[in-house]
Structure formats: C-alpha cells, structure tokens
C-alpha cells in the first residue's frame, strides 16, 4: 500500500482566546484565560463559567453560526496557501456534535417571541448542513462527510481524512470542527452535574465538571508541504493517523482499560511505540470520572514515567464536537513557537489520577504528539501528529 | 490504494410508513433480541431492529471488531425536536438520559455494546447521500485495513418527527406526502468470497450528470444489470438513464416504501434478497438536482 506524507498545510481558527495563531499561542504562553459566564434561562442558579467567542454577547444560542465558519476555513484555505484548482476539488470532513442547533434555535426563539407558537421547532433538520454549506460557498466538486461521535466528532473527521490522503485517494481535505453556543448543549450538561461552577481544573483533586466552550477550527491537510504559508514552514508537521475505538461498557465516561485500548491502536496504526511519544495532549475535561480514567488509561499504556501531557480545555473551554480540530489548532500554534502549553488550574495532585499534567510550560524542539479525545457513548479517539524530522 | 474486493455477507431491509401516532416498535425490538432494552428512543430502537435482522440473516458470525457505519440524515430529529421544544417553549430542562440519547452516535453505542463490539463506531451524515458516503467510507478503510478479515456492519437509520405536518414543512415536502422510517443494513467484508451473498463494486460521487453518464457509459457493467433511482430521481429521469445505458430494466423494491434518505440502503438489501444472479446500479441526486451518487452491486 502506498502511504503519503500528509502535511498539515494550513489551520484556521475561531476561539475564545482569538482568531489568530499568533493571539492564541500568546494566550497560551502566559497560561491563563478566564472564562466569561453565561446565565441559563429560567433557572435560579448562578451564572456558569462559560468560554464564549470574541465579542459575543451573553445570548444563549449563537446567531451567527455562518458567518464565524467561514472566518475560520477562508483563514485556514489562505494559511494553506490553496490554489483555486485545488479549491474547486477540496473534499469537507466536518466534525460537530450540535451542527446547526445554534441557528436553529435562534430562529425558533424569533418565531415563540413573535407569537407563533405552532411553529416547528426545527425549522429545517439535516446534520449534514454545514458540510453542504462548506462544500456549496468553496464550489468545490469534493466529497463531503459529516461525523456525529460526540465528544471525538472532529478527532475522527481529521482520522478519516488522514488516511484518505494518505493512501492517495485524495491530494487535500478540509477538516472543519464547529460547535457553537446553545441551550441544548448548555442545559443538558447541566442537567447532568457536568459542569463546574467556577473553574475549569483538569486532573486536579479538586475538580468539579467542565466548562464548555464554542469554537471552529479549520485545519487543511495536504500531500503537499506547506510552502507559501509561514506555517512552520520550515519544519512542517503532518498527520501519522491514529485510531477510533468503542467502549460499549460504559455510555459516559470510558473505562481506563478502553482508553489504554485506543491509545495502544493509535499506536499500533502509527508503528511508533510508547517511548516514541514525546508530548500528550490530553482530553481532560475536568470532570471527576473522566479525569481519572483518562489519568489511568494513560498509565497502564505508558507506565508511571507518563509522557509530559497536558489540557487545552482551560484556555478555551470544551468545545465538545469541535475539540479534536480546535484543540489539535491550539497545540500546532504553541508548538510552533517552541512550547507545550501549561495546564492552569491544577494546583493538587489527585490520587485517583495518579498523575501530574503540565504547570509550566514546556520547551519543545520536535517529535511525536499524542492528541486525545474521547466522548459520550464510549467513543474514543487517539490522534499522533509529528514533526518533520 | 489496496484493490481488496468488498463482500456483502447479510442484507436487511427495513421500512415502516409513517403514520400518526407514531409505530411503537418495542414489541418487534423485544422480539428480534429476546430482551427489552429500557430507556432507549425510537431511533435507536429502528437502528437495533433492523442491524439484528442484517446479522440474523448474515452468513458469517459478527466478530468483536467488526467496524460499526451508522448512516443518517436527520439522526434523532424526534428527540432533538422535543428537547428544543421543551427547552424554549415550555421553559424546562430536559431530563439526563433524553438529553444523552439525542447524541446521534447513541445508536452506534447501543449496537456495540448488545453486539459486544470493541471496534471503530462512526455515525456519519449526509445531506443528501448519507448511506452512499457512509458505505464509501466503510469500503475505503476495508480495502486499506492491515486485518487478514475486516467486516464492517453499515446501516441507514432514519425517523419521523410527529406530528408529520411539522416534519413534512421542515423537511421541504408537500402536506400529503407520503413519510417512511427505515433502518436497513449491510454485512460487509473482505477476504472471504465463500460466504457472501453480494459483491460491492464500487461507490462513486459526481458533480454532475455529465459525470455521471460518463462514467457510467464507460463502465464495464456486469449483465444482466438492472437500475434504481433514489428518492431524488423520477421514473421518467431513471428511464431515461436506462436507455443510456446497457441495462436490462428498472428495479422497483417489492415492498414500495415512501421517502426516506436512506432509501439507498433499503433498495440494495432489498434487490440482495430477490435478484440472484443480477447486479444493480443505485443512482440518487441531491435535493438541489445537482450532484449524484451512485453504487453498484452484484448478487452472487
């Protein structure tokens, strides 16, 4: 089988940290960023810590779901440096857990709010919108995909476009992570006794939930290195795969031994070994029962000496669906400018973790990087990026 | 890119009218799994009924990896349709586990853990062509696995959100047009040609109907080959692709069931079951009339 190089080519992204790399690896470096807070309608409880994009206002459901899609893949196609041919033939790989809810919420609230009660509360339905729209405004002949796995939705559109390009069926792919704010999202966690009350503390013992987060990221791969984009240009970093595996055990939060199960296939489909892996991007969504089987499948893959590892989810939020496209974006910006970002908010050491992230940024001069992400009906998915040597 | 040739081992085909009030499916779930599944909507309960009845029909044992597609366009619109309504027109919270299942890849949790899969579980969808892009991608990954024998079970799912007035004014379809739901499914593979009942030749998407004729014109079609048309194109549009072509007619389902975007699947695990011998070309366009897709099989 003939297997292709495939280069990350461009990345563009919309997140509550910024819309450029440069703003996001700045936020990163300093290793702070304070939520916003978001008050959920008809109830009495305090407002919840809330990671929402630049400029939004406090409204629940995002009215301009289109317009901060196309900020993000016309940014990530100009990094890309892509050529109008290329354009026209670029294949969509969409990740989103909600799709368009945020809009379709929005036009809902507009019709109870002018007194048509009977209207529809889906206006339209198809989680395959976003995709087709992508694929209509580029004009491209491309195949589109949209995944629907939850938590690992983006993670798997970048898998399964990585291994199309790699085995030559395709020279490019658009990988596209949406997830922006609605009240669907926000009172089903709630309901759920996911989410924090004040902060977002991954593996610490002190954690509480999640705080969400809205966010798009657009990332294009390519057969060809990057060449005109200032994308780390010099030392380009490409996609080696990974792997999507299920735990059909537990509905919620994976058991340790799936989430060692996929790391183990990511690396078995990579051909790289434990030791070969320099850096974690964990999952880490701050919620007590993920945390530490996260914290334990990791252990029972790498042993106690962990790879340094770290989570994103501080710095933007859980993005849910768009977490493997945004939080992949975040990583590349630091890295490019030489640093694993610290994890803020740990403070102690959990034992039922068993394990430190990061609480200092970390110098990083290259290799192997471990993206993972796992989400609710036991679907897990382990990504390694590297670079080039 | 590996020339692996893809096999169908079990086919089922699953349609049910939609008609107010909505089908209560839990006796027939029971009844196909001999146990109740509690707290599960409609829309996993079509994907269980209709994934059990592809395996109980398979010749080949489901393994622990078999590789799980599930397809859909409008995943659990009921669900999401009731939540939405709850949450902004009656102003309450939903409850936990409604909230978990209206995940679309709830189903694909379902399924793996009753089939005690450790495996890959995409739910995939598509605006137009989810059960066509879902089996692309199913065949893709066989033709490329490093596995001696990957199988993969690839199913179309879809549901009705009631009451059907609703669901026809947000799907763009007339007030008296005719609804189905469906959950049809294929059993496919590579590496063993003793068991199968189908070969897949190929999937193929087109930008257009020049395309598409091309392609097809220039194609070695197996005889004797028969051609369907998707929801999208009218008798007189498929006729007219027949004549293009070298075929030898039109395939209509036995069981006629209306609309429903994951026909697809329907037709092929349908034509399976009675064409023997036969192979088929599945062609469908998008809702815009633009784009198409198209599938060929052969029964063995």
């Known amino acids: 089988m003939v297997k292709n190089r495939v280069f990350i080519r461009g990345c563009g992204v919309v997140s509550a940290i910024g819309t450029t790399q440069q703003a996001i690896a700045l936020t990163c470096h300093n290793g702070i960023a304070i939520p916003g807070s978001t008050t959920l309608p008809h109830s009495c409880e305090q407002p919840l810590p809330y990671y929402a994009l630049p400029g939004k206002t406090d409204k629940i459901s995002s009215p301009d779901l289109y317009k901060q899609i196309n900020i993000a893949v016309d940014s990530a196609i100009h990094d890309a440096g892509l050529t109008v041919d290329e354009i026209s033939h670029l294949p969509v790989f969409v990740g989103s857990t909600a799709g368009d809810i945020s809009d379709l919420e929005s036009h809902y609230q507009h019709e109870l709010h002018h007194a048509n009660v009977d209207a529809p509360p889906l206006y339209r339905c198809g989680f395959g919108v976003l995709a087709e729209y992508i694929i209509d405004r580029l004009q491209s002949d491309g195949q589109q995909f949209t995944f629907n796995t939850a938590c690992s939705s983006g993670a798997n559109a970048l898998l399964m476009a990585t291994r199309m390009v790699a085995a030559g069926r395709i020279a490019n792919a658009l990988v596209v992570g949406v997830e922006t704010r609605n009240q669907m999202s926000l009172q089903g966690f709630n309901t759920m006794l996911l989410l924090a009350a004040q902060h977002c503390q991954p593996f610490d013992k002190d954690r509480s939930g999640t705080v969400l987060g809205e966010g798009i990221g657009a990332i294009v791969i390519s057969r060809q290195k990057p060449l005109s984009s200032d994308f780390s240009a010099a030392r380009p970093y490409y996609c080696l795969g990974g792997a999507n595996l299920t735990d059909s055990v537990n509905i919620t939060s994976s058991d340790s031994s799936k989430i060692a199960a996929v790391i183990a296939q990511a690396l078995t489909e990579t051909n790289l070994h434990p030791a070969d892996i320099k850096v974690i991007k964990a999952h880490g969504t701050s919620t007590p029962a993920n945390d530490s089987a996260e914290a334990q499948g990791m252990r029972q893959l790498f042993g106690d000496e962990l790879p340094p590892f770290t989570s994103l989810k501080p710095y933007v939020g859980h993005t849910l669906g768009a977490c493997g496209v945004v939080e992949s974006i975040i990583m590349l910006a630091c890295l490019k400018e030489h640093f694993v970002p610290a994890t803020p908010g740990f403070t102690t050491f959990d034992e039922t973790c068993g394990c430190t992230p990061l609480t200092q940024r970390l110098p990083f001069d290259g290799g192997n990087i471990m993206l993972n992400h796992f989400g609710f009906g036991g679907n897990n998915t382990s990504l390694v990026i590297a670079n080039e040597p | ?300």
């Open chain 2, 1 to 300: 890119m590996n020339d692996r040739l893809t096999y169908i081992y079990g086919a089922a085909a699953h349609a049910w009218q939609a008609n107010e009030p909505a089908l209560d499916l839990k006796p027939q779930l029971q009844a196909a799994w001999g146990k109740r599944f509690r707290r599960i909507n409609h829309f996993i309960e079509l994907a269980l009924i209709g994934a059990k009845s592809c395996l109980d029909q398979s010749q080949l044992e489901i393994e622990a990896d078999c590789d799980l597609y599930l397809a859909t366009e409008q995943g659990n619109v009921a669900g999401v349709a009731d939540i939405t309504r709850l949450l902004l027109k009656e102003q309450e919270a939903p409850m936990p586990l409604a909230f978990l299942n209206i995940s679309n890849n709830m189903a694909g949790f379902y399924l793996a853990q009753s089939l005690k899969l450790h495996s890959s579980n995409l739910t995939i969808a598509h605006h137009s062509f989810p059960f066509e892009t879902a089996l692309d991608l199913a065949m893709f990954n066989i033709a490329n696995s490093g596995r001696a024998v990957p199988c993969a079970l690839v199913g179309g799912v879809e549901e009705c959100a009631y009451p059907l007035s609703q669901h026809r004014q947000r799907m763009n379809l007339a007030a008296d047009a005719p609804l189905a739901e469906g959950s049809s499914w294929l059993h496919i593979g590579a590496g063993d040609q003793q068991h199968a009942l189908a070969r897949c030749e190929w999937v193929k998407f087109f930008a257009d109907e020049s395309g598409l004729l091309s392609f097809l014109q220039q194609a070695a079609l197996p005889s004797p080959t028969y051609l369907a048309g998707g929801d999208n194109i009218s008798d007189e549009t498929a006729v007219n692709f027949a004549a293009d072509l070298n075929v030898c007619g039109i395939y209509k389902c036995a069981n006629h069931v209306p609309f429903h975007t994951t026909h697809c699947a329907y037709t092929l695990a349908s034509f399976i079951g009675e064409k023997r011998g036969r192979s088929l070309i599945h062609i469908n366009r998008d809702k815009r009339g633009r784009r198409y897709a198209a599938v060929s099989l052969s029964v063995i």
